[in-house]
């Protein structure tokens, strides 16, 4: 497999994307002045990010460009075109590259409204002999008042969550669990397969974080992707609030309960901690919540009121319907570079 047979497979899998004057063809792409002032850049890496044995290249195609798309969605604005680069392990072949970009042509199609421009304008390739890494920068456009940012929330405001939690960790448990009881994947129930098809192809609230921005209804917002406790602090320390949040508000659905109690875990941490949902976290001034309940039933999606917004003294409790606290086992996933000093690891 050699580099400009892979180039001319990027090339041919390009096409005109508004707002693009020159895509693939030269040293740069041109872009129209003024239309994009969003860009995001995500990275994944074989054996950290995605197995082979466990996804197919389609999968991962999808997997990255949604997970791109969901950041653009947090910012309240609207996806455009992007760029990838390919870093080729030994192991991958022509079919398993062209099964990738086929996985982020149809996470476009299944995301991106009518009007949206986006599209493959350029890339990069590269061989190397350690594990495969692709990475996808998206370029997008805010909405006309500016994109939202983590930083507006104010206490009162209600917190309010568009899209579920918990399935896509649900299914990289279960794929966990048939490798380490050497149960095949072809075994798997309806709600396994439901759940492991979560995790392998996530969605992205594409239409529902452009129409917030559009509206200008959320102070702040972000989207779920190391896990709804995490990212919801992350909003909390860029605006200096508190948040209480009520476990029992969260959409879980029958399939990650049912599979919780097969594996002796617990769906609301789950719920909590897992990633890679791409749901949207918003807080939304209480006099303007219900305009938020009538945006979702006019473009058909759901939106859940989760909790408060409070001042910073009051810290961030997660409480359950009884009002008692509840302690995740953990915040979120995040990764860790190096040695920790002062850790104990060698």
């Keep these: 497999m050699k580099e400009f047979a892979i180039i001319e497979e990027l090339r041919s899998r390009s096409r005109p994307v508004d707002g693009v004057t020159l895509g693939i063809g030269d040293d740069t792409a041109i872009l129209e002045p003024g239309r994009f002032d969003l860009i995001t850049v995500d990275t994944i890496v074989e054996g950290v990010h995605f197995r082979r044995d466990w996804s197919s290249p389609e999968a991962i195609g999808w997997k990255l460009l949604a997970c791109n798309l969901s950041d653009i969605a947090a910012m309240g604005g609207a996806p455009g075109p992007y760029l990838v680069a390919m870093a080729i392990g030994p192991a991958v072949d022509h079919a398993w590259i062209e099964g990738v970009f086929r996985g982020m042509e149809a996470a476009?199609?299944?995301?991106v409204p009518a009007g949206f421009e986006t599209g493959l304008i350029g890339g990069d390739t590269t061989q190397t002999s350690g594990p495969t890494v692709l990475s996808l920068t998206l370029l997008g456009e805010a909405a006309p008042a500016g994109a939202v940012l983590r930083s507006g929330a104010t206490p009162g405001d209600r917190i309010c969550l568009i899209g579920g939690v918990g399935e896509s960790v649900a299914g990289l448990r279960l794929l966990e669990h048939f490798e380490a009881t050497g149960r095949s994947l072809d075994t798997a129930?309806?709600?396994?397969?439901?759940?492991?098809?979560?995790?392998?192809?996530?969605?992205?609230?594409v239409k529902e974080g452009a129409l917030l921005g559009l509206h200008g209804l959320a102070n702040a917002l972000i989207d779920v992707s190391d896990g709804l406790a995490q990212d919801l602090g992350h909003i909390l320390r860029a605006s200096r609030v508190g948040a209480r949040v009520e476990s029992h508000r969260l959409p879980l659905s029958s399939d990650a309960r049912r599979a919780a109690s097969e594996?002796?875990?617990?769906?609301?941490?789950?719920?909590?901690?897992g990633g890679e949902d791409y749901a949207l976290v918003c807080t939304v001034s209480p006099d303007r919540a219900a305009q938020i309940f009538e945006l979702a039933e006019e473009h058909g999606f759901e939106v859940r009121d989760i909790g408060e917004i409070r001042e910073e003294r009051e810290g961030f409790r997660i409480v359950d319907a009884s009002g008692l606290d509840?302690?995740?086992?953990?915040?979120?996933?995040?990764?860790?570079?190096?040695?920790?000093?002062g850790s104990g690891e060698s």
């Design 326 to 341: 509840v302690s995740p086992s953990s915040r979120g996933y995040e990764h860790r570079f190096g040695r920790d000093i």
């Design 189 to 205: 129930e309806e709600h396994h397969a439901r759940l492991i098809n979560a995790h392998r192809y996530p969605a992205a609230m």
């Design 108 to 111: 476009a199609e299944a995301f």
């Design 263 to 273: 594996l002796g875990a617990s769906v609301v941490d789950w719920g909590l901690s």
